[in-house]
C-alpha cells in the first residue's frame, strides 16, 4: 500500500484546487471540525479562496458549524454546486440526508460518495480545500489519503495519552501512503477560569508538543478548552468569524500561517 495511487485513472479530482490539506484525528471528539473550521476562516482572511470538505460521512458537523441549512442545487445540470457561508465553499453529507437520518453505508458506498463529493461537485477555483477527516484510520480515511492529491496532514489531538496514541496511527497512516505531516495542534490545551483566571490542565498539558518532537514533525500550536468556542463553532459563527481580534482567533490564525 506504499505510494498509493495519486491520481484517479479519469484525470485530477478536482483541476482548480491548488492545494488540499486534511485535518484529521485519531479519535472522535478532540475538535477536529472545530479546528478545520476556524483555520479554514483564517485562511479566508489571509485572502485565499477557500473549500472545505466534510468528509465525516457518518456524522458530519459543517452544515451547523458554518450555519447552513437547505440542499446544494445544480447550476450546469450535472455536478453539484458547494453550499457557501462565511465566504468559505462547502460540501457535506449533511446537506444531502436528514440531520437525523443514519447513513448506515458500508465503507465502498463512503468511500464512492467522498469521490463523488470531490469529483462531482463544482469546487472552481480554490486556493486550498480544506478536508474535515472522519476521526481514526478506516477504510474512508485510506482512501482519502491514497487517492486524493494531498498536499499535507495536519493531526488534531488532545493532550491526554490515549488521544496520542491515536494521534500517532494516523499520522503513521499519512507517512505510509507519503503523505507530508505538516504538524500537530494541542486542542483542549488547558482550561482558564473566567472568573479567577486560574489555569487548570484539564486533560494534562503539553503531551502533542512532546509526541511531535517524538515524531520528529512540527508542532503547530494550542488551543485552549474554552466555551466561547465551542458557544460559536457549535452556534454557526465560528470563533475566527465572529471575533477574529479576540485571542483565541489570533491562536487559530497564528497555526494557519505556519502550517
Ligand atoms: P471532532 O470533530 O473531533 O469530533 P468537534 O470539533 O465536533 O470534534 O468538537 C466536539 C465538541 O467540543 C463540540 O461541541 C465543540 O464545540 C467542542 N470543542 C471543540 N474544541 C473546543 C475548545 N477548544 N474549547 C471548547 N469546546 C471545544
Known amino acids: 500500500q506504499h505510494g498509493g495511487p495519486k491520481q484517479a485513472p479519469e484525470g485530477p479530482l478536482m483541476p482548480g484546487v491548488k492545494a488540499i490539506i486534511?485535518?484529521?484525528?485519531?479519535?472522535?471528539?478532540?475538535?477536529?471540525?472545530?479546528?478545520?473550521?476556524?483555520?479554514?476562516?483564517?485562511?479566508?482572511?489571509?485572502?485565499?479562496?477557500v473549500g472545505l470538505l466534510d468528509a465525516d460521512i457518518y456524522?458530519?458537523?459543517?452544515?451547523?458549524?458554518?450555519?447552513i441549512k437547505g440542499e446544494p442545487s445544480s447550476s450546469d445540470g450535472s455536478r453539484l454546486d458547494p453550499m457557501e457561508a462565511h465566504g468559505i465553499k462547502c460540501m457535506s453529507m449533511g446537506f444531502l440526508v436528514e440531520e437525523e437520518t443514519p447513513v448506515i453505508w458500508r465503507g465502498p458506498m463512503a468511500q464512492t460518495a467522498l469521490i463523488q463529493?470531490?469529483?462531482?461537485?463544482?469546487?472552481?477555483?480554490?486556493?486550498?480545500?480544506?478536508?474535515d477527516m472522519p476521526p481514526g484510520t478506516g477504510d474512508v480515511q485510506l482512501t482519502i489519503a491514497q487517492q486524493v492529491p494531498l498536499t499535507g496532514a495536519v493531526i488534531v489531538s488532545t493532550p491526554q495519552d490515549i488521544a496520542l496514541l491515536d494521534a500517532r496511527k494516523g499520522l503513521n497512516m499519512?507517512?505510509?501512503?507519503?503523505?507530508?505531516?505538516?504538524?500537530?495542534?494541542?486542542?483542549m490545551s488547558y482550561f482558564k477560569c473566567p472568573h479567577c483566571g486560574e489555569r487548570t490542565d484539564v486533560f494534562s498539558h503539553g503531551g502533542a508538543k512532546d509526541?511531535?518532537?517524538?515524531?520528529?514533525v512540527d508542532f503547530l500550536g494550542?488551543?485552549?478548552?474554552?466555551?466561547v468556542i465551542r458557544e460559536t463553532s457549535d452556534g454557526g459563527h465560528p470563533i475566527v468569524d465572529q471575533?477574529?481580534?479576540?485571542?483565541?482567533a489570533k491562536a487559530y490564525t497564528k497555526i494557519a500561517e505556519i502550517m
Open 222 to 227: 494550542e488551543i485552549p478548552l474554552d466555551i
Open 174 to 187: 499519512f507517512r505510509q501512503v507519503d503523505v507530508p505531516v505538516l504538524g500537530i495542534i494541542e486542542n
Open 211 to 216: 509526541e511531535a518532537d517524538l515524531l520528529q
Open 243 to 248: 471575533n477574529p481580534a479576540s485571542e483565541h
Open 22 to 49: 486534511a485535518v484529521a484525528s485519531g479519535k472522535g471528539g478532540v475538535g477536529k471540525s472545530t479546528t478545520t473550521v476556524n483555520l479554514a476562516l483564517a485562511l479566508r482572511d489571509m485572502g485565499l479562496k
Open 59 to 67: 456524522g458530519p458537523s459543517m452544515p451547523r458549524m458554518l450555519g
Open 117 to 131: 463529493m470531490m469529483r462531482d461537485v463544482n469546487w472552481g477555483d480554490l486556493d486550498v480545500l480544506m478536508i
